[in-house]
Nanobody, 125 residues
Framework: QVQLVESGGGLVQAGGSLRLSCAAS??????????IGWFRQAPGKERDFVAG????????NYADSVKGRFTISRDNAKNTVYLQMNSLKPEDTAVYYC????????????????WGQGTQVTVSS
């Protein structure tokens, strides 16, 4: 079992930055090959993949829409994954979720087993 708690969302002007955090815990977390993904969902839209990172090895993957603006990273000591978001645009407005799965990173949300509660990001123009 893996528990995920997101934080760091808020209201920011276009061009600004935010850093989201995803704190992970669970009895089997450290012994599993875990991929952590960030997803976002805007009102009336599907939940979309944003970025992902493998806990072991640190391989990353990004959606084309955020490449060059967002950076995903992890802190092993804190069991936390970060999503640094720069040059934010109004279209980045959404609820952001982190999710975990065993095995390789994929962009399909249905393949992820564990989800956080989400954090709202609002970018004003």
């Amino acid at each position: 079992q893996v528990q995920l708690v997101e934080s760091g969302g808020g209201l920011v002007q276009a061009g600004g930055s935010l850093r989201l955090s995803c704190a992970a815990s669970g009895r089997t977390f450290s012994r599993s090959v875990i991929g952590i993904g960030w997803f976002r969902q805007a009102p009336g839209k599907e939940r979309d993949f944003v970025a992902g990172i493998m806990w072991i090895g640190g391989n990353t993957n990004y959606a084309d829409s955020v490449k060059g603006r967002f950076t995903i990273s992890r802190d092993n000591a804190k069991n936390t994954v970060y999503l640094q978001m720069n040059s934010l645009k109004p279209e980045d407005t959404a609820v952001y979720y982190c999710a975990a799965k065993t095995g390789s990173l994929v962009v399909t949300p249905d393949r992820y087993d564990y989800w956080g509660q989400g954090t709202q990001v609002t970018v004003s123009s």
